[in-house]
């Protein structure tokens, strides 16, 4: 169920709404605005928290807080519902605790270098590098040959793909955008098939 909250900072009011779940995970963005001088606090100011960017609208003498509208197009439109942003926070956030790791952020508008043709193939490995920038993902596809045994599909061109974009194609990937740099992901379809750590170890079977 959505409802709608108000919380008063510095005597001003902001607004937004959210699942009542979710509403704990709002936190952090209020604590980051109690931060802020409230002579600093305009209309369109943006905070950056984990996965969105959160807009302030100024409205009715306070602000409404927005996220991206990830039902439409994020880089441009706006939604005063904030609960999409705040599950894929929640997700992240939830696997790195049942790992026992720090992650790193990962932005919807960073891009991932993705072998052309990648995401439409069942099977898909991605290993995030530090040195590549943005949000350091390589993904590609991957084969098992007449052996059973698998093994990378060949790519010669990598696409620049943003990362939001997953949310559509193919959002079982999303929850492991804030692994580690190092790391390795391994789907089988939908399902995690593997997981390695940057030393090569495998992570899935005590995860």
């Known amino acids: 169920m959505v409802v709608n909250f108000t919380e008063e900072i510095h005597g001003i009011k902001f607004r937004f709404s959210s699942e009542i779940a979710l509403r704990p995970f709002v936190e952090p963005l209020l604590e ?20 969105s960017t959160f807009l302030l609208s100024e409205h009715n003498g306070g602000f409404d807080i927005a996220a991206p509208d990830f039902t439409d197009d994020p880089l441009t439109a706006l939604n005063t519902d904030l609960t999409t942003a705040l599950e894929i926070q929640y997700r992240q956030v939830l696997l790195l605790k049942k790992l026992g790791v720090m992650g790193d ?55 620049p793909v943003f990362v939001y974009k997953l949310m559509v194609k193919r959002p079982e990937l999303l929850d492991f955008m804030c692994l580690p740099y190092g790391y390795t992901a391994v789907f089988r379809g939908e399902d995690l098939a593997e997981l390695f750590d940057d030393e090569g170890e495998s992570l899935i079977y005590n995860s």
């Open 105 to 159: 952020a990962v932005h919807f508008y960073d891009k991932m270098a993705v072998a052309k043709g990648a995401l439409e193939k069942d099977n898909l490995v991605m290993t995030r590098f530090k040195e590549m920038g943005s949000s350091g993902w390589q993904l590609n596809s991957y084969s098992y040959d007449e052996k059973g045994k698998a093994e990378i599909d060949d790519a010669t061109v990598f696409e």
């Open 32 to 51: 980051a605005i109690e931060h802020i001088p409230a002579e600093r606090i305009k209309d369109g100011f943006r905070i950056r928290a984990g996965f």
